[in-house]
């Protein structure tokens, strides 16, 4: 089993939609949590951090942490084709030596006019 | 802005060739890292290296080595190079907040 799930999609939403993007882990140990995204052809930029449970609120988009359930969560509303991208959850222990990243595998997102 | 910055976007090399990518970034940061990314695995870590002539295993160091002997450098080397080591290599750099880690555009490698 792998320390982080996450489902490759690929997701196709219309404009506007609302979006719920998520991944489980196994590992009770991470605390950070992340949410990268991806353009085609481009290397990974960082949308959300998140530190421990909560929730944190940036424009459009909202990251949702769990650490009871071991399920993180990000949402984007009123999403646009400009959010087309593959979106990557990432975590790490406290502690961690030297900010090693564990990463899913990914979501395809795609928004249609 | 944080910039990190890789050698080649596309590379073409030929089973048993010795492959150099590498990868620089400009704000100083002590920690490095090396990924390949392939679709539905996601990113896997290769090497990382915490300072200079400095380096450790990530979790896929098999037929891979890296150098660092600058800061601000990060080589990664695949002695011969073979067609399972095709892939797109993603490299990045973390300064002391160490969890936020920013990733240079990577290299498509295919390896004939």
């Known amino acids: 089993q792998k320390e982080v799930e996450q489902d490759p999609g690929p997701l196709s939403v219309p404009e506007g939609a609302i979006v719920s993007l998520n991944c489980t882990y196994s590992?009770?140990?991470?605390?950070?949590f992340m949410w990268y995204r991806q353009y085609s052809r481009k290397g990974p930029e960082l949308l959300m951090y998140?530190?421990?449970?909560g929730n944190k609120e940036d424009g459009r988009f909202t990251a949702q942490v769990d650490k009871s359930s071991k399920y993180i969560s990000l949402f984007i509303r009123d999403s646009q084709p400009s959010d087309s991208a593959t979106y990557l959850c990432?975590?790490?222990?406290?502690?961690?030596?030297?900010?090693?990243?564990?990463f899913g595998q990914g979501t395809i997102l795609t928004v249609h006019p | 802005d944080v910039k990190v910055t890789q050698s080649s976007r596309y590379l073409v090399k030929r089973t048993g060739e010795k492959v150099f990518l590498e990868c620089v970034q400009d704000m100083d940061h002590e920690n490095m890292f090396w990924y390949r990314q392939d679709p539905g695995l996601g990113l896997r870590l290769i090497y990382f290296s915490y300072d200079v002539k400095m380096k450790e295993k990530g979790d896929i160091p098999e037929g891979y080595s890296v150098s660092r002997e600058k800061k601000e450098r990060f080589s990664l080397i695949l002695e011969s190079a073979s067609t399972n080591q095709t892939s797109m290599y993603l490299c990045a750099s973390s300064g002391a907040d160490q969890e936020t880690q920013y990733f240079g555009p990577g290299t498509r490698l295919l390896v004939l």
């Open positions: 998140t530190y421990s449970s």
């Open positions: 990432a975590m790490s222990a406290s502690g961690t030596s030297y900010g090693k990243l564990t």
């Open positions: 590992n009770s140990a991470f605390q950070y």
